[in-house]
């Protein structure tokens, strides 16, 4: 079998038994093409190693080295999942800022489960007399 046969095969089972993690390695591959695509990395060939490095610097830091390969899967990584959490960031806080409205300044119809601003008599869906807490 050859190693992209392996590979469809590999990715096939990923993404069958794993949809969220195939989601986000998908993403992260993505951007990897976007940035190793650029002709300033001047790479020829089907793989590049990718390895980091702790140097204990003067004074007694620690510095993190790693190639321009590396950096980059890295920086996809860290692109990947801003991109993901800002994508997402607003259905979070409109889905909170909605319970909150309900919580503090709605009332729910019995009848058709409509949500009212609180000081509401009747439901503006289907007219239903409103009962207040």
Not at 31 to 60: M, P
């Amino acid at each position: 079998m050859t190693s992209e046969e392996s590979r469809r095969k590999f990715t096939e089972w990923f993404k069958k038994n794993y949809p969220q993690e195939y989601y986000f390695f998908h993403k992260i591959e993505s951007n990897l093409d976007k940035l190793y695509s650029t002709k300033h990395l001047g790479h020829e060939g089907e793989f590049a190693e990718i390895s980091i490095n702790v140097q204990k610097r003067e004074g007694g830091k620690y510095h993190l080295a790693a190639d321009p390969f590396t950096s980059i899967f890295l920086g996809s990584i860290c692109k990947t999942m801003v991109d993901e959490f800002a994508n997402n960031i607003e259905s979070i806080a409109s889905d909170r800022v909605q319970k909150e409205f309900e919580n503090r300044f709605s009332i729910k119809c019995l009848n058709c489960k409509f949500v009212n601003l609180t000081h509401s008599k009747y439901c503006n869906t289907c007219g239903s007399e409103l009962l207040s807490n």
